[in-house]
Structures are given as structure tokens and as C-alpha cells.
């Protein structure tokens, strides 16, 4: 079990401890190092639970090239194009 050291808990259900925004700014690198360790934390205000403190979950990697050969970009795309230019800027007289 872990040492809580000098925490106030609101109450402690199973293996989560409920902590209070007030405590939880004040103790956060404690809150941490119980969850890297295991722990679940939640945070509450006014002893109403608002957040779970828990370990990050990555999410899978961004696969690139997925239009690959699938589109095809005109030679002239990066030129400007006078029709645009007049939405933008109206016409010049």
C-alpha cells in the first residue's frame, strides 16, 4: 500500500483517492509519482469528482501518405490565379 504521506484525503475508494483542486495544486508531484506508480486519482471540488489524474495513454501514430497516387496536384497549382486574387482584393481599375 502506498504511503500518503501527509495528504488529506477526501475518502479513499478501493484503489482510488479522491483529492480535493486545493490539496491536489499544492501536493501535485506527490499525485504523480501514486499514479506512475499505480495509483488512480481523482480530483474534486466541493467533493464532487471533476477529473481523473491517470497514467498518459499514447495514441497511435499518424500514418502519412494516404492520398499517395491517389490525387494529382496541377503544375500551376502554387501559381496565383487572377479570378482569386479578385475575390479577395476586388477589382483592380
Known amino acids: 500500500m502506498t504511503n500518503f504521506g501527509k495528504i488529506n484525503l477526501i475518502y479513499k475508494v478501493n484503489l482510488t483517492m479522491i483529492i480535493n483542486v486545493s490539496e491536489a495544486k499544492a ?11 499505480g495509483e488512480k486519482v481523482v480530483i474534486a471540488k466541493n467533493n464532487l469528482p471533476i477529473a481523473d489524474l491517470v497514467i498518459h495513454q499514447p495514441t497511435s501514430t499518424r500514418k502519412l501518405g494516404l492520398l499517395k497516387g491517389k490525387i494529382e496536384i496541377p503544375n ?9 486574387n479578385c475575390m479577395f482584393y476586388g477589382k483592380d481599375e
Open 27 to 37: 501536493k501535485l508531484s506527490q499525485l504523480i509519482d501514486m499514479v506512475y506508480h
Open 76 to 84: 500551376d497549382f502554387l501559381e496565383e490565379d487572377e479570378i482569386i
